[in-house]
């Protein structure tokens, strides 16, 4: 099994250190050639997604990333990632808007853009949340299944193949979402 990181900008180094360490062959998309190799899954890193989008649409990506992913390839999309993939986006333009969820960019204002808590997600249990100026889910249509929330606000969602969180497990040592997504990618889950 081989899992691809968007590595255009953001904390995609972050995201490959945990899937070496999961023992997961992964390899950086960085331009339009990197996705001629093959792959199983997709990850779309935390970072700025104002120039994430910039970016993909620049070098070519956007358009044929976005038609594995409608043709169900697994994509895990970490907080910018999130952002990318909502249909619809509060304070901020529309990517791959391949999930029906609602994405508010820096939802939790300046003062308390960072912070760290543990809390439930469904399938996995309670596990340690890194939140960095992020986003949260305002909304999300049936299709999609909220996985965790914290406050009251979803923080975790799924779709199908697409797999979204508002924090960032790849900077903590806790392994369990990505093995999460990992069984999404061999079909277990
Ligand atoms: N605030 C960033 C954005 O809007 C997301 C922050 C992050 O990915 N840590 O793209």
């Known amino acids: 099994m081989t899992a691809a990181i968007l590595?255009?900008?953001g904390a995609f180094a972050e995201h490959e250190t945990m899937l070496e360490r999961l023992g997961v062959d992964c390899f950086e998309i960085r331009q339009l050639k990197d996705i001629e190799?093959?792959?199983?899954?997709?990850?779309?890193?935390?970072g700025?997604?104002?120039?994430?989008?910039?970016?993909?649409?620049?070098?070519?990506?956007l358009e044929p990333l976005r038609e594995r992913i409608l043709s169900g390839l697994p994509?895990?999309?970490?907080?910018?990632?999130?952002?990318?993939?909502?249909?619809?986006?509060?304070?901020?333009?529309?990517?791959?808007?391949?999930?029906?969820?609602?994405?508010?960019?820096?939802?939790?204002?300046?003062?308390?853009?960072?912070f760290?808590?543990?809390?439930?997600?469904?399938?996995?249990?309670?596990i340690p949340m890194t939140f960095i100026r992020a986003p949260?889910?305002?909304?999300?249509?049936e299709q999609a299944e909220v996985l965790a929330e914290v406050d009251g606000n979803i923080?975790?969602?799924?779709?199908?193949?697409?797999?979204?969180?508002?924090f960032h497990p790849e900077l903590g040592t806790d392994t369990?979402?990505?093995?999460?997504?990992?069984?999404?990618?061999?079909?277990?889950?």
């Open 7 to 9: 590595a255009l900008q």
């Open 37 to 46: 190799r093959s792959f199983d899954g997709l990850i779309i890193p935390g």
């Open 48 to 61: 700025e997604s104002t120039v994430m989008r910039k970016l993909l649409g620049e070098l070519g990506l």
């Open 75 to 114: 994509v895990y999309g970490t907080c910018a990632g999130l952002i990318l993939l909502a249909k619809e986006v509060e304070g901020g333009e529309l990517c791959f808007g391949t999930m029906d969820i609602t994405a508010k960019r820096n939802a939790y204002g300046r003062q308390l853009g960072s």
């Open 116 to 126: 760290y808590t543990e809390a439930e997600m469904k399938g996995i249990g309670s």
């Open 136 to 141: 949260y889910i305002s909304a999300a249509s």
């Open 155 to 166: 923080v975790a969602a799924r779709q199908g193949n697409q797999l979204v969180t508002a």
């Open 176 to 189: 369990r979402v990505h093995e999460y997504f990992l069984d999404m990618m061999s079909g277990k889950r």
